[in-house]
T-cell receptor
Framework: DTGVSQNPRHKITKRGQNVTFRCDPI?????LYWYRQTLGQGPEFLTY????????KSRLLSDRFSAERPKGSFSTLEIQRTEQGDSAMYLC????????????FGPGTRLTVT | DQQVKQNSPSLSVQEGRISILNCDYTNSMFDYFLWYKKYPAEGPTFLIS?????DKNEDGRFTVFLNKSAKHLSLHIVPSQPGDSAVYFC????????????FGTGTKLQVIP
């Protein structure tokens, strides 16, 4: 399977704990995006990488959130001191630079903060 | 500020009939528009797109229409099939820059056999 993969698929954590999600993009895609989706909403942009450089962060990405993409391959999204409001589906997508709007999404990681 | 709006949260259509999903946008700087389809437990899948220099783009059973003066686009599915039952997201972007995509809230389509 050469699509975008995300791990874990589900994560249940207690408020105040730290969590980390991983995304493996399609190998030839140098652009990688993170989105958050809550019930009844469309995906909301969080951050974007071109290769290893993080070029844009949404104001939705508070100081508790950090994303990395070492060596321009896989990416991780870490949430520190989780809050109940962080419960959502976290989606990763990748694309080619020429067609950045045609993004290929992974299945997402569903986070539940209790 | 919801720049891309899908005012119908759900739509039911009989198999074989036409499904029409509507979308409005507010940012006149958007110049590229897309539709994504999402099945449960999967990420959104790119379906079809249209550039602002066109008013229609067709791909098999799927056609997207763009009315720039009204800031409105629609997705037509003809004929509708039960496998088309999914949530459809309208999205808009800019052809320049890093092409950030702004999504609507989605319309859940149910095609009844």
């Amino acid at each position: 399977d050469t699509g975008v993969s995300q791990n874990p698929r589900h994560k249940i954590t207690k408020r105040g704990q730290n969590v980390t999600f991983r995304c493996d993009p399609i190998s030839e895609h140098n652009r990688l995006y993170w989105y958050r989706q809550t019930l009844g909403q469309g995906p909301e942009f969080l951050t974007y990488f071109q290769n290893e450089a993080q070029l844009e962060k949404s104001r939705l990405l508070s100081d508790r959130f950090s994303a990395e993409r070492p060596k321009g391959s896989f990416s991780t999204l870490e949430i520190q001191r989780t809050e109940q409001g962080d419960s959502a589906m976290y989606l990763c997508a990748s694309s080619l630079p020429e067609t950045g709007y045609e993004q290929y999404f992974g299945p997402g990681t569903r986070l539940t903060v209790t | 500020d919801q720049q891309v709006k899908q005012n119908s949260p759900s739509l039911s259509v009989q198999e074989g009939r036409i499904s029409i999903l509507n979308c409005d946008y507010t940012n006149s700087m958007f110049d590229y528009f897309l539709w994504y389809k999402k099945y449960p437990a999967e990420g959104p899948t790119f379906l079809i797109s249209i550039s602002s220099i066109k008013d229609k783009n067709e791909d098999g059973r799927f056609t997207v229409f763009l009315n720039k003066s009204a800031k409105h686009l629609s997705l037509h599915i003809v004929p509708s099939q039960p496998g088309d039952s999914a949530v459809y997201f309208c999205a808009a972007s800019f052809s320049g820059g890093y092409q950030k995509v702004t999504f609507g809230t989605g319309t859940k389509l149910q095609v009844i056999p």
